[in-house]
Each structure stands twice: as C-alpha cells, then as structure tokens.
C-alpha cells in the first residue's frame, strides 16, 4: 500500500475546498464565498479526494480525531450544487462524495455561519454535529426546480429531521430559520457568531478526550439504529469487548484517583 498522501498538503487553488490538519484535527474549508460557498462540479472531485486521503490514512492509524466542515465569508455556508450545471453535469458523483463524509468513522462537525440552501443542506446533514449561529436560515428548492431529490438526501433529511419536517422542506420549498433549524435537529446548537470559533474549539477538545475506536464503534451503530436496521449483535458485542478492554480499565483507574 503506498503511504497516505499527508492531509495537512492538500490545500488548493483558490476557489477550490481546501484541507488542512492542524493538530489532530482535519479542517476542510469551502472557498467560494462570493458565490454563496456554491460547489461546482470541480469541487466535487477534490472533496472526494480529501476523504479517500483521510480513510487512506485511517487505514494506517493516522487518521484525525475529527473532522471540521466550514466556509469562507459570513453569508452563507453552502448554496449547493452550481445551478447552470445541474443539468448536464449533476451525476452520481455528488451522492458518492456526500455518502463518503457521512461514513466517515471519526466525528464530523459542521459550521453553519450563515445560510445554507439547496444540496448545502444535505452535506451539512451528513455531518455528526452542526453548529450555527442566529442568521442561520436554510431551504430546500428541489421542487422548485422539478427536480426530485436523489435518494440518498431523502434518506439523511428523513432519519435526521423526521418525516413531517422532511416533507414540509421537500415538498414545499419554505425558508425556516435558525430556531426552527434547532427545533426540527437540523442544528445541534445556536450560539453567537462572535462565540462560534470557541464553541467549535470546545467540541474538538471533548472529542479529543474519548476513545477514538469506541467514538466509530458507536457512530456506526447509532446510524444503523436511527435508519432502522441495526446490528444488535454487533453492538452487544462491542459493548462487552469495550467494558474489558485495557483501555476502558486503564481510563476508570485514572478517573478514581482524580
């Protein structure tokens, strides 16, 4: 196996995602704010090549603790998919990108420090944690464009958000706002703009104190129970192994002497 190309070189040319490892910490940054943080179908392939990079170096152990998804500028987070390419160049390749952050093994954390509209909503949904601010507001313009939705987003939006609220973003098109975002889940937490750095910073530092095999263990399993299909087996079993590991004694040692 060739060595996994380092994460903290893959930062690009301007307007493209870039990626940087600071720490034990990967952050991917979309680059195109005069555009509304839009990707186009460039950008598709060098986000891709981010996540193979990070599995790549998961496979070898040297995989980050975290992964933060976050933009340029202050208006919004993400837009989507570039409108005038949605016709001839929206292919599968979009799912497999957004299918591939969703199963990352490590947790993942959105920053929402504006809008986000449109396919932006999913890739914010295939993250673990999505932080926002009071001038959050999103929507979902599918059916505005006669488009249905691939399947993929319907499945991430109804297991997150819950079917009336899917249906009422899918089948209606209307802009909801930061409350309702947190009220549905589409939001983790509403926080200041002016806090949301030290609020990311605080996730990471929690992060940084679990055990990273157990955080996937149960990453892996929580999704299989919210969808409907989990392995109980498989849990009950990574439960036990876990109570007597090494690990978990050596932690709960550490902790009674506190």
Same mark, same amino acid.
């Given at each position: 196996m060739k060595p996994p190309t380092p994460l903290n070189t893959l930062v690009l040319d301007t307007g493209l995602p870039s990626a940087e490892q600071i720490g034990g910490f990967l952050f991917i940054t979309l680059n195109r704010p005069d555009q509304h943080n839009r990707l186009d179908p460039s950008d598709?392939?060098?986000?891709?090549? @981010?996540?193979? *990079?990070?599995? $790549? /170096?998961?496979?070898?152990?040297?995989?980050? %603790?975290?992964v933060v998804l976050q933009a340029r500028g202050s208006r919004t987070f993400c837009s989507g998919f570039t409108i005038d390419a949605i016709g001839d160049q929206l292919d599968d390749r979009f799912e497999r990108m957004l299918d591939s952050l969703e199963?990352?093994?490590?947790?993942?954390?959105?920053?929402?420090?504006?809008?986000v509209y449109g396919g932006g909503t999913d890739l914010?949904?295939?993250?673990? @944690?999505?932080? *926002?601010?009071? $001038? /959050?507001?999103?929507?979902?313009?599918?059916? %505005?464009?006669a488009i249905h939705y691939y399947p993929g987003g319907l499945r991430r939006y109804?297991?997150?958000l819950g079917l009336a609220a899917s249906k009422k973003l899918f089948l209606t098109g209307l802009e909801i706002e930061a409350p309702e975002m947190l009220r549905i889940g589409f939001l983790t937490e509403v926080v200041e703009a002016i806090d949301l750095d030290g609020r990311v910073q605080a996730y990471l530092e929690a992060i940084g104190g679990t055990e990273?095999?157990?955080?996937?263990?149960?990453?892996?399993?929580? %999704?299989?129970?919210a969808e409907g299909c989990p392995d109980?087996?498989?849990?009950?079993?990574?439960a036990?192994?876990?109570?007597?590991?090494?690990?978990?004694?050596?932690?709960?040692?550490?902790?009674?002497k506190t």
């Open positions: 598709i392939d060098v986000i891709q090549a @981010v996540l193979d *990079g990070i599995n $790549e /170096s998961v496979a070898v152990g040297l995989g980050p %603790r975290a199963s990352l093994p490590m947790p993942t954390v959105a920053v929402i420090q504006g809008g914010a949904l295939c993250c673990d @944690v999505r932080l *926002g601010v009071a $001038e /959050s507001r999103m929507f979902m313009p599918a059916a %505005r464009f109804v297991s997150n990273g095999d157990v955080v996937a263990s149960m990453k892996r399993h929580l %999704r299989g129970f109980i087996e498989a849990a009950a079993s990574a036990r192994k876990s109570v007597k590991s090494e690990e978990s004694r050596r932690r709960i040692k550490a902790l009674r």
